[in-house]
């Protein structure tokens, strides 16, 4: 397994947003997260991310245990997250975006045509084709291109595990397909991918396998495969789905 | 169509040379549309205005009074490019036109007072612009003090503290003959001859390297044609720049000759040249415009941003006392107004007529020169005019936001064409 989360906890004060949280994703698989607001996802993906640091159990990389105390750290094992509000900055081109903090140089001065090269290289191992000119500013590109600037920045880096954070929420249908078609296609390439959303119908679109959250607990991990979308719905809302979910301390549903 | 021919459309066996102009200039024009204006407002500004006062005025196309205007809108010019480095993280520095004065004032008193000599007394300046920088960055950068609110304090500080280091208001002449030089002085012909060409060979190396790079790479570059156009046009510009420098503009010839390129041309030249190469070629020119566009995004990506935004501060304030040593070599004295009066904000006017955008994010040294070269021409042309101070000060603020208000529209027209 590339990632494995076992007995994950996360308390802020008295409040438990996470508590015993198992979950793995290996590598080549499309994992989906999902749970309704407050279940918890947002604080998991920071935990891996060393932006919070757990209170409980353990994050497993390649079957060692890592403490992850900060975004270097978890760049550093191979996992780049990319959040919702996309990190792009507007005034840069596509390129000055894709290198951003990791320009390469040639002595003193950027080597543009270099890192040009290269982004186009990315770009085309993702079969990207929406975006033409690498010289745009990121300002003028729509938000599907602009969220697969992001995603592309995030696998540029010889990245193995991809936290993607409700990547298409502000997107039209069309786009929204592309960018659920590149998710595809990073999976393919043998990338793990972590797949955050609230929407259902691109969950099953794209996913290998779907973890519930509930209220801070893993509610259950099903495959996309064996899974209908009404048991899901359950298990986001209820926390369980005819013999899947939660059970109480005594082996009684809640 | 495969991904590679799309990604570099111009990889493929293209329309010929004229095809490829045209598409060129097309793709610039929509970008002109797209509200990515550049330089285009303040080109055509300068153009406009020497028409209009050379019409109405024609001493002001003399060549002593194209002498003159370099001399006049040099320090403006100076404090103008350092601004563009704090404009482009986003920020302002309303204290430097009094820390040039202040700066200035350092040097009178280095080497007027106490009689030490040309290097020290400009290292002195210098030095007293970076520890400024420094002081106003860490302060807006470490403590979270909004720059407006900092350097607004540190405007009314550096007032007084040019009265202070002046004995309460004393005028100090400067002697030394390299420092009046900054300002007074002009090349021999040949040297600006000389100049000249050297300037226009690196141009075209650099800009033909780059070419050939490109195409080794087949990455997406400007037909030849257009490169070519670039260096022409530049040796025409510099060419008669020189050509009528280098014409005799002494009202009285034969008592004294006047001739030659301004030492303070070949000043500003240099520093663009340097602060260009920052902005552009490296990468603290890089984060800058990362941390003006989304600060956020720039510190996910590791940079390590305050650094980059004292750093800015400090750029600005050293300029700023290059601003200041040019205008007490031009004034061949130091006096409390040095670096006062409406120094500043002709400074940020500067800027902003170029094209630096008061919202961060957008700017570069080519704007300030170019805005400075606006606001030297109006303040020339409406004093030959013989328009009252009143008058002048009036046209210059409505320049300034006729300036502002373009680049607030190009950000608004920017998002109209930008996102969804």
Redesign the interface.
Known sequence: MLLELTGLSKRFGPVEVLSDVDLAIDAGEVCALVGDNGAGKSTLVKCVAGIHNIDGGAIVVDGEERSISGPRDAAALGIEVVYQDLALCDNLDVVENLFLGRERRRGLVLDDDEMEQLAAETLKSLAVRTIRNLRQPVASLSGGQRQTVAIAKAVLWNSRLVILDEPTAALGVAQTRQVLELIRRLADQGLAVLYISHNLNDVFAVADRIAALYLGRMAAVVDAADATQQQVVELITSGRSGTLGLTDQNGVRP | MS??T????EAEPGPGPAGAVAAHVKGYWAEVR?G?VGALPAVAGIIALCVFFGISQPVFLSVGNLANLFGQGAAVACIAMGLVFVLVIGEIDLSAGFASGVCASIMAVVLTDMGLPWPLGIGAAIATGVVIGLVLGTLVVKLGIPSFVVTLAAFLAFQGLVLIILKEGTNITIHDETVKAVAGGNLERWQGWALLVVTVAAYAVIQLN?WR??VG?S??HEPLVVVLARVGALTILLGATVFLLNLERSANPQRISLTGVPVVVVILGALFAIWTFVLH???FG??L??V???A???V????NVDRVRIAAFVICSAMAAVGGIVAASRAASVDPNTGGSNVLLLSVGAAVIGGASLFG??GTVRAALLGGAVVAIINNGMGLMGLSAGVRFGVTGAVLLLAAGVDAMSRGR??L????
């Open positions: 991904a590679a799309e990604v570099r459309p797209s990515e780059r790079r490109r790479r990455l997406v070629r490296t990468r890089r984060h415009y990362a003006g566009g989304n956020e995004a720039a996910r990506a590791g940079v994010g957008k920017g998002k064409f930008g996102r969804h």
